[in-house]
């Protein structure tokens, strides 16, 4: 069966301290894994979209990495507006259908 | 670019009411568009997949006579909850795809918070 698996559930920094966001995945055949940041009471914004093992995107404090078993979000230096919850969802050959993990809530102290 | 609108963006309604919920593309087609529901500090949970001219797909368990979905252009979907009841409560979002091979990724809208007493 497809699976998410986001961790932390949470995960508290310092302003400047850096640190990474993990989503696991299982998933028959990788179509596409998405990274997605939602603040409370809004829709999801989009961030990234990775399709093979390898693969890298970069945006202002953010990088994103895939492996054929997990995604990392990496974040250098965050800053209090990066308090977030970063979703990540895969989806899988043959369809649209996107499967989201539960997502990490990130706290970002000044 | 990749903007979707959703109107309202809350509703308070009483219970056996129907509501409509209309999710725009403002600057694309959608081929597809999707329905989800979150609860609070809760991930997305898929309702629908619809497109464009044709029956949606609901998910395992969501009630299709009570989640009306009517996808009736490529940049116009709305999801009616009828006869609502307080546990329809929740957070409803929709997303759009502009379905091509290159272009799967999701933009969301900005979600409609439903209350039902």
């Known amino acids: 069966e497809d699976q998410v698996t986001q961790s932390p559930e949470a995960l508290r920094l310092q302003e400047g301290e850096s640190s990474s966001l993990n989503c696991s995945y299982t998933v028959s055949g990788l179509r596409g894994l998405f990274w997605y940041r939602q603040d409370p009471g809004k829709g999801p914004e989009f961030l990234f979209t990775l399709y093979s093992a390898g693969e890298e995107k970069e945006k202002e404090r953010l990088k994103a990495t895939l492996t054929k078993k997990e995604s990392f979000l990496h974040i250098t230096a965050p800053k209090p507006e990066d308090s977030a919850t970063y979703l990540c969802?895969?989806?899988?050959?043959?369809?649209?259908?996107?499967?989201f993990g539960a997502g990490t809530r990130l706290f970002v102290k000044a | 670019g990749a903007v979707v609108s959703q109107h309202p963006s809350w509703v308070i309604c009483k219970s056996g009411t129907s509501v409509k919920i209309e999710c725009r593309s403002l600057d694309f087609q959608a081929t597809t568009m999707f329905w989800y529901r979150q609860f609070p500090k809760q991930s997305l949970m898929l309702m629908a997949t619809?497109?464009?001219?044709?029956?949606?797909?609901?998910e395992q368990g969501v009630e299709k006579d009570k989640f009306l979905i009517n996808h009736a252009s490529l940049t116009l979907s709305t999801l009616t909850v009828t006869s609502a009841h307080p546990e329809d409560s929740s957070f409803y979002i929709c997303?759009?795809?502009?379905?091509?091979?290159?272009?799967?990724?999701?933009?969301f809208g900005p979600g409609t918070r439903l209350l039902v007493l």
């Open positions: 619809s497109n464009e001219g044709s029956k949606a797909t609901y």
């Open positions: 997303s759009a795809s502009a379905g091509t091979t290159t272009q799967e990724t999701q933009y």
């Open positions: 969802a895969v989806q899988a050959d043959g369809g649209f259908k996107t499967i």
